[in-house]
């Protein structure tokens, strides 16, 4: 997903392109008053006032490296990556330095028509490493690069160029291995890249990896298929202590070293688990992206590529690694909403279980005979009911007339 605003100095978005497949079309054949403002705008000086008046308020523009969440774009609301890497050169165009069309999938002429925009294909790329990406990139391929046209939230005006170049059918740069993993460590202070894990972990979204199907991380589904809900008032399900059980293949943050084989390892059959037909390929890139991005000092490819076969070849059942209790009515609620629910029922249940212990110790009053069972005393009755200590002080201490007097 490619996302479109109206012109650079609004960047509420406004649009999405599916891929960079879309984007080609549009600026081979964009509607004609689009034509005009950038035919107008290249035979303006470059620089000029009435150039930049034109590249700023009147074009619209996408951001190709990444997507973004909450309707604008900035560094914040990085979501996910694109699965492709802009790469700008300016002042020179296809006739003055060779494409390698084996890797470039895009490319076209700028706004000023004396300058690229070339595209790539990569798996893996996050907020932390596109800027050494775009360089390992831009060396290897030969393209004299602006090194200053490269930011998280950067900006590509939609120009127009009838001879665009397109072909989706070419090789894939991977991050794990233009990066080596020991000099590849996340900078976890960063906040960029913390909110890229984040967006990982909550959207159970891959980085880049386009597979056949959907990854399955969890058969929530299809272990409750059996439940018949009776919601409350407040549209809740309680299971109460016969919780559903499910499999859930997760990969927490932040893993350290001491944890980082049996994490990356258990996280890896639960995916095969659950994606019995998953290929080795897809399984490799999961797990050398989580490796990347999830454990605070990534293993060396050759521990990674250890586990991605075990796991591979020595398939077994495993245990139920989570339980669900509560179910809602209503499946657009925010977690924020569901906790607040789930809370009202917990205190409820609190509540309940409060009156119960009282009315027990009330009863045990109401049938203590003095004569037998001497002084009423906090530990007898804590000895009688097992009931814990401060539930039993709080008691005496709060009801002191309806303790028997055996003096």
């Given at each position: 997903?490619?996302?479109?605003?109206?012109?650079?100095?609004?960047?509420?978005?406004?649009?999405?392109?599916?891929?960079?497949?879309?984007?080609?079309?549009?600026?081979?054949?964009?509607?004609?008053?689009?034509?005009?403002?950038?035919?107008?705008?290249?035979?303006?000086?470059?620089?000029?006032?009435?150039?930049?008046?034109?590249?700023?308020?009147?074009?619209?523009?996408?951001?190709?490296?990444?997507s973004f969440s909450n309707g604008y774009i900035i560094g914040k609301n990085v979501s996910k990556p694109t699965g492709y890497l802009y790469i700008d050169v300016d002042d020179m165009t296809e006739k003055d330095f060779k494409i390698n069309t084996a890797y470039v999938c895009a490319y076209w002429r700028s706004l000023s028509n004396k300058g690229l925009t070339l595209v790539?294909?990569?798996?893996?790329?996050?907020?932390?490493?596109?800027?050494?990406?775009?360089?390992?990139?831009?060396?290897?391929?030969?393209?004299?690069?602006?090194?200053?046209?490269?930011?998280?939230?950067?900006?590509?005006?939609?120009?127009?160029?009838?001879?665009?170049?397109?072909?989706?059918?070419?090789?894939?740069?991977?991050?794990?291995?233009?990066?080596?993993?020991?000099?590849?460590?996340?900078?976890?202070?960063s906040m960029g890249t913390q909110i890229f894990r984040d967006t990982i972990i909550k959207d159970n979204s891959l980085i880049s990896i386009h597979c056949d199907g959907k990854i399955r991380?969890?058969?929530?589904?299809?272990?409750?298929?059996?439940?018949?809900?009776?919601?409350?008032?407040?549209?809740?399900?309680?299971?109460?202590?016969?919780?559903?059980?499910?499999?859930?293949?997760?990969?927490?943050?932040?893993?350290?070293?001491?944890?980082?084989?049996?994490?990356?390892?258990?996280?890896?059959?639960?995916?095969?688990?659950?994606?019995?037909?998953?290929?080795?390929?897809?399984?490799?890139?999961?797990?050398?992206?989580?490796?990347?991005?999830?454990?605070?000092?990534?293993?060396?490819?050759?521990?990674?590529?250890?586990?991605?076969?075990?796991?591979?070849?020595?398939?077994?059942?495993?245990?139920?690694?989570?339980?669900?209790?509560?179910?809602?009515?209503?499946?657009?609620?925010?977690?924020?909403?569901?906790?607040?629910?789930?809370?009202?029922?917990?205190?409820?249940?609190?509540?309940?279980?409060?009156?119960?212990?009282?009315?027990?110790?009330?009863?045990?009053?109401?049938?203590?005979?003095?004569?037998?069972?001497?002084?009423?005393?906090?530990?007898?009755?804590?000895?009688?009911?097992?009931?814990?200590?401060?539930?039993?002080?709080?008691?005496?201490?709060?009801?002191?007339?309806?303790?028997?007097?055996?003096?």
């Amino acid at each position: 997903m490619i996302n479109r605003i109206s012109h650079c100095t609004n960047r509420t978005i406004t649009g999405s392109f599916q891929n960079i497949g879309e984007v080609i079309e549009f600026i081979r054949n964009p509607p004609p008053e689009h034509i005009e403002l950038v035919e107008n705008a290249r035979s303006l000086k470059k620089g000029s006032s009435e150039y930049q008046n034109t590249k700023k308020y009147k074009l619209p523009a996408i951001t190709i490296n990444f997507s973004f969440s909450n309707g604008y774009i900035i560094g914040k609301n990085v979501s996910k990556p694109t699965g492709y890497l802009y790469i700008d050169v300016d002042d020179m165009t296809e006739k003055d330095f060779k494409i390698n069309t084996a890797y470039v999938c895009a490319y076209w002429r700028s706004l000023s028509n004396k300058g690229l925009t070339l595209v790539v294909k990569v798996d893996g790329l996050t907020p932390d490493n596109f800027k050494i990406v775009t360089q390992k990139i831009a060396k290897l391929l030969n393209i004299p690069y602006d090194p200053q046209a490269v930011s998280v939230e950067r900006l590509t005006v939609l120009s127009y160029d009838p001879n665009a170049y397109y072909n989706d059918h070419v090789e894939v740069f991977s991050v794990v291995e233009l990066i080596p993993s020991q000099n590849s460590a996340v900078k976890h202070s960063s906040m960029g890249t913390q909110i890229f894990r984040d967006t990982i972990i909550k959207d159970n979204s891959l980085i880049s990896i386009h597979c056949d199907g959907k990854i399955r991380y969890n058969n929530l589904d299809e272990a409750a298929q059996g439940l018949n809900p009776e919601y409350n008032d407040q549209g809740v399900h309680d299971c109460g202590e016969n919780k559903v059980k499910y499999h859930s293949a997760f990969m927490p943050k932040r893993v350290k070293e001491g944890n980082r084989e049996k994490t990356l390892n258990l996280y890896a059959k639960r995916l095969i688990y659950l994606n019995p037909d998953l290929s080795i390929e897809t399984l490799s890139k999961l797990i050398h992206t989580a490796n990347m991005l999830n454990l605070l000092v990534p293993l060396e490819n050759k521990e990674v590529r250890e586990i991605i076969d075990k796991a591979f070849n020595a398939r077994k059942a495993l245990r139920t690694n989570k339980t669900k209790r509560f179910f809602f009515q209503d499946v657009t609620l925010t977690p924020v909403e569901k906790s607040r629910k789930c809370l009202d029922v917990l205190n409820q249940e609190k509540r309940e279980k409060t009156l119960e212990k009282k009315n027990q110790i009330s009863e045990l009053f109401c049938n203590w005979d003095c004569h037998t069972g001497g002084k009423v005393t906090p530990k007898k009755v804590m000895d009688l009911t097992g009931l814990k200590k401060t539930m039993v002080y709080n008691y005496f201490r709060d009801n002191k007339n309806n303790v028997p007097n055996c003096g």
